[in-house]
Protein backbone atom coordinates (compact mmCIF):
# COMPACT_ATOMS: atom_id res chain seq x y z
CA UNK A 1 0.00 0.00 0.00
CA UNK A 2 1.21 3.22 -1.05
CA UNK A 3 2.24 5.88 1.90
CA UNK A 4 1.47 9.68 1.78
CA UNK A 5 3.16 11.44 -0.73
CA UNK A 6 4.37 14.91 -1.32
CA UNK A 7 5.61 17.21 -3.75
CA UNK A 8 8.30 18.96 -4.33
CA UNK A 9 10.33 17.76 -1.92
CA UNK A 10 12.51 21.08 -1.63
CA UNK A 11 11.54 24.88 -2.14
CA UNK A 12 13.61 27.75 -2.19
CA UNK A 13 11.95 30.94 -3.08
CA UNK A 14 12.54 34.94 -2.75
CA UNK A 15 10.22 36.91 0.08
CA UNK A 16 7.10 37.88 -1.71
CA UNK A 17 6.73 34.99 -4.39
CA UNK A 18 4.22 32.08 -4.38
CA UNK A 19 4.57 28.27 -3.82
CA UNK A 20 2.47 25.20 -3.59
CA UNK A 21 2.75 21.75 -1.81
CA UNK A 22 0.79 18.96 -3.54
CA UNK A 23 -0.47 16.02 -1.21
CA UNK A 24 -1.73 12.73 -2.07
CA UNK A 25 -2.97 10.74 1.09
CA UNK A 26 -3.23 7.45 1.52
CA UNK A 27 -5.87 5.62 -0.29
CA UNK A 28 -9.37 5.70 1.70
CA UNK A 29 -7.96 7.97 4.29
CA UNK A 30 -10.49 10.61 4.18
CA UNK A 31 -9.01 12.72 6.50
CA UNK A 32 -6.32 15.03 5.41
CA UNK A 33 -3.87 17.40 7.85
CA UNK A 34 -1.49 19.87 6.71
CA UNK A 35 1.40 20.96 9.59
CA UNK A 36 3.82 23.29 9.64
CA UNK A 37 7.30 22.29 11.34
CA UNK A 38 9.59 24.98 12.00
CA UNK A 39 13.17 23.81 12.58
CA UNK A 40 13.54 22.35 15.71
CA UNK A 41 9.47 22.21 16.76
CA UNK A 42 7.32 19.70 16.70
CA UNK A 43 4.75 20.31 13.73
CA UNK A 44 1.97 22.36 14.03
CA UNK A 45 -1.36 21.58 13.10
CA UNK A 46 -2.63 24.30 10.42
CA UNK A 47 -5.81 23.01 8.49
CA UNK A 48 -7.36 19.74 8.27
CA UNK A 49 -10.48 18.15 5.94
CA UNK A 50 -12.66 15.60 6.27
CA UNK A 51 -13.31 14.88 2.78
CA UNK A 52 -13.55 17.56 0.84
CA UNK A 53 -14.72 19.65 3.50
CA UNK A 54 -12.58 22.21 5.80
CA UNK A 55 -13.10 20.93 9.69
CA UNK A 56 -10.42 23.19 11.52
CA UNK A 57 -8.54 26.04 9.73
CA UNK A 58 -8.22 28.02 12.99
CA UNK A 59 -4.44 28.39 12.75
CA UNK A 60 -3.97 28.75 9.19
CA UNK A 61 -3.14 32.32 8.41
CA UNK A 62 -6.02 32.85 6.08
CA UNK A 63 -4.01 36.29 4.37
CA UNK A 64 -1.72 34.95 2.88
CA UNK A 65 -2.66 30.58 3.18
CA UNK A 66 -5.24 29.24 1.28
CA UNK A 67 -5.54 24.91 1.39
CA UNK A 68 -8.31 23.03 -1.06
CA UNK A 69 -9.83 19.28 -1.03
CA UNK A 70 -11.81 19.48 -4.30
CA UNK A 71 -12.90 16.28 -4.41
CA UNK A 72 -11.85 14.62 -1.26
CA UNK A 73 -8.54 13.36 -2.76
CA UNK A 74 -5.49 15.03 -3.12
CA UNK A 75 -4.85 18.46 -1.67
CA UNK A 76 -3.25 21.68 -2.44
CA UNK A 77 -1.61 24.26 -0.02
CA UNK A 78 -0.74 27.34 -1.03
CA UNK A 79 1.57 30.47 0.13
CA UNK A 80 1.19 33.50 -1.70
CA UNK A 81 3.67 36.58 -1.33
CA UNK A 82 5.76 34.14 1.17
CA UNK A 83 8.12 35.50 3.81
CA UNK A 84 11.03 34.41 5.82
CA UNK A 85 8.93 33.42 8.96
CA UNK A 86 6.81 31.19 6.84
CA UNK A 87 10.52 28.63 6.32
CA UNK A 88 9.83 25.36 7.73
CA UNK A 89 9.06 21.62 6.50
CA UNK A 90 5.03 21.48 5.22
CA UNK A 91 4.07 18.07 6.32
CA UNK A 92 0.64 16.05 4.86
CA UNK A 93 -0.61 13.80 6.90
CA UNK A 94 -3.65 11.40 6.40
CA UNK A 95 -6.21 9.17 8.58
CA UNK A 96 -9.79 7.29 8.44
CA UNK A 97 -11.89 9.19 10.41
CA UNK A 98 -13.80 6.96 12.86
CA UNK A 99 -10.68 4.36 13.10
CA UNK A 100 -7.80 4.45 15.27
CA UNK A 101 -7.52 8.05 14.17
CA UNK A 102 -3.34 7.07 13.80
CA UNK A 103 -2.10 9.45 11.36
CA UNK A 104 0.48 9.04 8.72
CA UNK A 105 2.61 11.34 7.54
CA UNK A 106 4.08 12.22 4.43
CA UNK A 107 8.07 13.37 3.50
CA UNK A 108 7.32 16.72 3.56
CA UNK A 109 8.14 19.82 1.71
CA UNK A 110 11.10 21.74 3.05
CA UNK A 111 10.49 25.61 2.52
CA UNK A 112 13.63 28.40 2.59
CA UNK A 113 12.10 31.30 2.00
CA UNK A 114 15.59 33.60 1.42
CA UNK B 1 2.51 26.88 28.82
CA UNK B 2 3.26 24.04 26.65
CA UNK B 3 0.34 21.78 26.21
CA UNK B 4 2.62 18.83 25.92
CA UNK B 5 6.20 18.82 27.20
CA UNK B 6 8.63 16.13 26.60
CA UNK B 7 12.16 15.53 28.27
CA UNK B 8 14.64 14.81 28.33
CA UNK B 9 16.02 17.06 25.64
CA UNK B 10 18.34 15.14 24.49
CA UNK B 11 20.16 12.37 25.43
CA UNK B 12 23.68 10.31 23.98
CA UNK B 13 23.65 6.70 24.56
CA UNK B 14 26.48 4.01 24.13
CA UNK B 15 25.13 1.25 21.43
CA UNK B 16 23.48 -1.28 23.76
CA UNK B 17 22.24 1.05 26.75
CA UNK B 18 18.64 1.45 27.50
CA UNK B 19 16.51 4.97 27.41
CA UNK B 20 13.96 5.83 28.95
CA UNK B 21 11.35 9.11 27.35
CA UNK B 22 8.60 11.17 29.51
CA UNK B 23 5.69 12.80 27.41
CA UNK B 24 3.48 14.83 30.23
CA UNK B 25 0.41 16.94 29.06
CA UNK B 26 -1.93 19.29 29.88
CA UNK B 27 -5.42 17.52 29.61
CA UNK B 28 -6.75 14.61 29.53
CA UNK B 29 -6.40 12.93 25.80
CA UNK B 30 -8.43 10.30 23.96
CA UNK B 31 -5.52 10.18 21.50
CA UNK B 32 -1.47 9.84 21.97
CA UNK B 33 1.27 9.03 19.43
CA UNK B 34 4.91 8.59 19.71
CA UNK B 35 6.75 9.33 16.27
CA UNK B 36 10.47 9.12 15.17
CA UNK B 37 11.57 11.72 12.63
CA UNK B 38 15.48 10.74 11.13
CA UNK B 39 17.23 14.23 10.49
CA UNK B 40 15.77 15.69 7.33
CA UNK B 41 12.85 12.87 7.70
CA UNK B 42 9.77 12.33 7.68
CA UNK B 43 7.42 11.64 10.84
CA UNK B 44 7.09 7.48 11.43
CA UNK B 45 4.38 6.50 13.47
CA UNK B 46 6.10 4.24 16.07
CA UNK B 47 2.76 3.74 18.59
CA UNK B 48 -0.48 4.64 19.16
CA UNK B 49 -1.26 4.29 22.93
CA UNK B 50 -4.09 6.29 24.84
CA UNK B 51 -3.67 4.31 27.56
CA UNK B 52 -2.01 1.28 28.77
CA UNK B 53 0.89 -0.30 27.69
CA UNK B 54 2.19 -1.28 24.06
CA UNK B 55 5.26 -2.66 22.98
CA UNK B 56 6.18 -3.39 19.24
CA UNK B 57 9.98 -4.45 18.52
CA UNK B 58 12.22 -3.08 20.98
CA UNK B 59 9.98 -0.27 21.96
CA UNK B 60 7.30 -0.42 24.88
CA UNK B 61 5.11 2.75 25.52
CA UNK B 62 3.30 3.25 29.29
CA UNK B 63 0.54 5.76 28.92
CA UNK B 64 -1.83 6.94 32.63
CA UNK B 65 -4.15 8.91 32.03
CA UNK B 66 -5.53 10.00 34.66
CA UNK B 67 -1.74 11.25 35.34
CA UNK B 68 -1.44 12.79 32.02
CA UNK B 69 1.92 11.38 30.97
CA UNK B 70 3.00 8.72 29.11
CA UNK B 71 6.58 7.01 28.64
CA UNK B 72 8.72 5.62 25.61
CA UNK B 73 11.08 2.88 26.90
CA UNK B 74 14.00 1.92 24.01
CA UNK B 75 15.93 -1.37 24.98
CA UNK B 76 19.23 -2.16 23.96
CA UNK B 77 19.51 0.80 21.60
CA UNK B 78 21.00 0.97 18.57
CA UNK B 79 22.97 3.81 16.10
CA UNK B 80 19.71 3.62 14.13
CA UNK B 81 17.83 4.21 16.55
CA UNK B 82 19.20 8.24 16.65
CA UNK B 83 16.83 10.61 15.60
CA UNK B 84 14.41 12.67 17.38
CA UNK B 85 11.25 11.08 19.10
CA UNK B 86 7.65 13.20 19.30
CA UNK B 87 4.94 12.74 21.67
CA UNK B 88 1.60 13.92 20.13
CA UNK B 89 -1.65 13.91 21.55
CA UNK B 90 -5.37 15.35 20.70
CA UNK B 91 -6.10 17.93 23.14
CA UNK B 92 -9.50 20.29 23.73
CA UNK B 93 -11.52 16.63 22.91
CA UNK B 94 -10.95 16.96 19.19
CA UNK B 95 -12.07 13.34 18.93
CA UNK B 96 -8.82 12.19 18.01
CA UNK B 97 -8.32 14.08 14.90
CA UNK B 98 -6.01 17.14 16.09
CA UNK B 99 -3.09 15.88 17.10
CA UNK B 100 -0.98 18.59 19.43
CA UNK B 101 3.07 18.03 19.18
CA UNK B 102 6.08 18.30 21.85
CA UNK B 103 9.13 19.55 21.25
CA UNK B 104 10.96 16.03 20.97
CA UNK B 105 13.73 14.69 22.97
CA UNK B 106 16.75 13.95 20.27
CA UNK B 107 18.58 10.81 20.77
CA UNK B 108 21.71 10.28 19.81
CA UNK B 109 23.04 6.40 20.20
CA UNK B 110 27.44 6.26 19.74
CA UNK B 111 28.57 2.92 18.62
Known amino acids: EAGVTQSPRYAVLQEGQAVSFWCDPISGHDTLYWYQQPRDQGPQLLVYFRDEAVIDNSQLPSDRFSAVRPKGTNSTLKIQSAKQGDTATYLC????????????FGPGTRLTVL | GQQVQQSPASLVLQEGENAELQCNFSSTATQLQWFYQSPGGSLVSLLSNPSGTKHTGRLTSTTVTKERRSSLHISSSQTTDSGTYLCAIDLANSAGNKLTFGIGTRVLVRP
Open chain 1, 93 to 104: ASSFWGGSYEQY
